[in-house]
């Protein structure tokens, strides 16, 4: 019997618990010439405003020892020339699209899914992206405070796909937070975005990124990411997670799904090899056959199980 990887979040059934992460594999159908997009869960594009955005000065990506540092600051064509222009090459090739979204105030992200109305025929789902350090220097983190997040969820409502909340460990209220976002609509969280951090150039003496401080992911984060996903499934058993942060290989997402992730998202391996997310897919499998595990989903929030 072939395993059953499907899964489900919120009201949503996917054959695969493996999607990209918004930002790692650009807006639109860049990783198809590596990946067959309808063999993943969904792809998640980049963060999407209502209006075009130019995003941060360079330098804006740098390798750390455990992964990598980004000051990208939400370059985008802004919502409606990506649904003219990107969105049919994921149709055509038959992948489940979700729409990250942003905006600097609630009501940016009020005209970020109002832009959206039109193609909601054409996605799965929209993530609010209430957590993108590189916003001011991470100053205003929406996904810092459950009142912001609260308002900016409320603001996405006239949705009518599923709204998940992406959210961020650069706080000690998550689970606060979850709980908000889920009170305001949310059907999923996905945790964690990147954590921020910075790096000082020692030949100039300055800050390196153009951006000055930036998100720093990869496998460095994933220990922060298991404990932020297992924190938020103990406490709030029955809102669905997607699972983000240094998932490299097969185990390194089994980890999250054992803490309670439905599905997970492959980022910064995508960056490394661009068929690190269907690797990933493959090894799952490969992993639940030699654990005789015949549905993936019997995995999930695994390590909360007592004896
Ligand atoms: O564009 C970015 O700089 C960015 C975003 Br929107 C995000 O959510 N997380 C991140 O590390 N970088």
């Known amino acids: 019997m072939p395993v059953d990887l499907s899964t489900t979040i919120g009201s949503l ?69 990506w649904v003219r222009d990107e969105l049919p090459g994921l149709v055509e090739r038959g992948a489940r699209v979700v729409v990250s979204i942003w905006g600097r105030s609630v009501e940016d ?41 609260t308002d900016v969820l409320r603001s996405t409502e006239m949705l009518e796909v599923p709204r998940w909340a992406k959210l961020s460990a650069n706080t000690d209220r998550v689970v606060e937070v979850a709980r908000a976002a889920q009170s305001a609509g949310a059907e999923a969280v996905t945790l964690i975005n990147t954590l921020i951090g910075m790096i000082i150039d020692t030949e100039s003496r300055r800050p390196l990124l153009g951006g000055v401080s930036g998100g720093l992911s990869g496998a460095a984060i994933h220990p922060v990411a298991v404990r932020t996903v297992y924190e938020v499934r103990k406490a709030i058993p029955d809102l669905a997670i997607v699972g983000a942060g240094g998932v490299t290989d097969a185990i390194t997402a089994i980890e999250l799904i054992l803490a309670g992730a439905s599905a997970v998202q492959v980022g910064t391996a995508t960056f490394a090899d661009p068929r690190a997310v269907a690797k990933i897919l493959d090894g799952l499998r490969t992993w639940c056959e030699a654990h005789e595990v015949s549905q993936l989903r019997d995995l999930i929030g695994g390590a909360h199980q007592t004896g």
């Not at 650009?26 to 309808?38: I, N, Q, R, T, W």
Request: glycine share 10%; aromatic share 4%; charged share 15%.
């Open 13 to 81: 059934e996917f054959p695969a618990p493996v999607m990209t992460a918004a930002g790692t594999a650009g807006h639109g159908a860049e990783l198809s010439a590596y990946v067959d997009l309808s063999s993943l869960g969904a792809v998640v594009v980049k963060s999407l405003s209502a209006e075009p955005w130019p995003g941060n000065p360079a330098p804006r990506v740098h390798q750390t020892p455990s992964g990598m540092l980004n000051s990208v600051g939400l370059q985008g064509p802004g919502v409606a020339v």
């Open 109 to 149: 992200y009020a005209a970020a899914a109002r832009s959206l109305r039109a193609a909601e025929d054409r996605i799965v789902a929209v993530e609010v992206n209430l957590s993108c350090p590189n916003l001011d220097g991470g100053a205003h983190l929406f996904a810092h405070d459950p009142v912001a997040t």
